[in-house]
């Protein structure tokens, strides 16, 4: 199945693209390379929620929101590739966890993005990622995401 | 206007590069992207400022430091290539805020350097970012971002 | 002396590989580039020590931290390449160091690593690096870091 067919049968509808907060834009391509902008978990516009996981946020909204930012990732990956089947890898992730100073398990909450990727590009979306935790975030968001995906030649 | 035209019109004294901190370089390339390491709003040698936003520092202090180390980037960059004119492109920047747990403008003050960019390098300024909030910087710096370039060929 | 020979005449033993924390893999390739994945201080499968530097963990133990990242990320380079004699280039590292608000030093945390690096693959091991405080990293780990690499084509 193409990351499109997996897409729609997922059921997972790609959002407007969410506009940049400031003066850059969302994704560049050098050679065969797409580099994406930190993406927050906007959905119909607005941050999901705000604060710090382990304080007012639980993993599991974390992981909601991790999910979230991916699939914003995938809008303006299509947007740019024209489709998502044009990607032909997924090269890595960085994941800011606005994390209280007790929280260690950021890498349980990029796993929701982690993992979606697999689920919807298969080997092609095993990635290398490296996660961390901030004490604040832009907007006070719970998560932002950074990724660099690989696109074919033509 | 050339963006070497473009800094004199604005202005911008570039500085003698910044000496690394440590055991580090302040750019490699690899094909023709330049990687830059992180950088700090250095001035005369001294760092401009320490503490953290939104605690002792303001929003528009941290702005001119963003700008103040995207001031310093260019200078390693026409090191490097020689002349700023062999730069083709902005790809990526990723600045990181010394920010109180209550700050979350992080997009505003890198603002500061992206548009600075922009106005140097025209279209091929425009890049994608990150911007997140940290508790603490070297050197107690306000703000560090790191840098990747497009460079021509030959 | 070739990285091969040299990490044996420093009596360096890499480790087996650790294994990821997630959805993730420790490797990709783009290119001639290698992306690794955040890697933790992890020795014998155990994190070394947990905490934050200026807090319950000393510069020099933050270094050691440092330094046993670095060797775990060569063991996952000789893992995925054959050898470490088919590493062209250390590109860049990126570092992250559990800090309290007034540990400032990342850059001497850091250093263990690049001068390390800088010992095994002389000048092609000279980098560009960030380096940055942060309030917690997965499973309480004094450092994490990030590496890329180049590889020779063949």
């Given at each position: 199945m193409s990351p499109e067919e997996k897409i729609k049968e997922l059921g997972i509808e790609l959002p407007v693209t969410p506009k940049p907060l400031?003066?850059?834009?969302?994704?560049?391509?050098?050679?065969?390379?797409?580099?994406?902008?930190?993406?927050?978990?906007?959905?119909?516009?607005?941050?999901?929620?705000?604060?710090?996981?382990?304080?007012?946020?639980?993993?599991?909204?974390?992981?909601?929101?991790?999910?979230?930012?991916?699939?914003?990732?995938?809008?303006?990956?299509?947007?740019?590739?024209?489709?998502?089947?044009?990607?032909?890898?997924?090269?890595?992730?960085?994941?800011?966890?606005?994390?209280?100073?007790?929280f260690t398990e950021q890498p349980k909450v990029l796993n929701a993005a982690s993992d979606l990727l697999f689920e919807i590009f298969g080997e092609a979306g095993r990635h290398v990622r490296a996660a961390v935790g901030v004490n604040v975030l832009p907007l006070n968001a719970s998560v932002e995401i950074e990724f660099i995906f690989e696109v074919s030649e033509e």
């Open positions: 400031g003066s850059y834009i969302p994704c560049t391509r050098t050679g065969n390379l797409l580099f994406l902008s930190g993406i927050l978990p906007f959905r119909d516009g607005l941050i999901t929620r705000t604060g710090r996981v382990g304080e007012n946020i639980t993993l599991n909204e974390a992981r909601d929101d991790a999910r979230t930012a991916a699939i914003n990732a995938l809008s303006v990956l299509k947007a740019y590739a024209g489709s998502l089947d044009k990607l032909t890898r997924c090269i890595k992730i960085t994941g800011y966890v606005a994390s209280s100073p007790g």
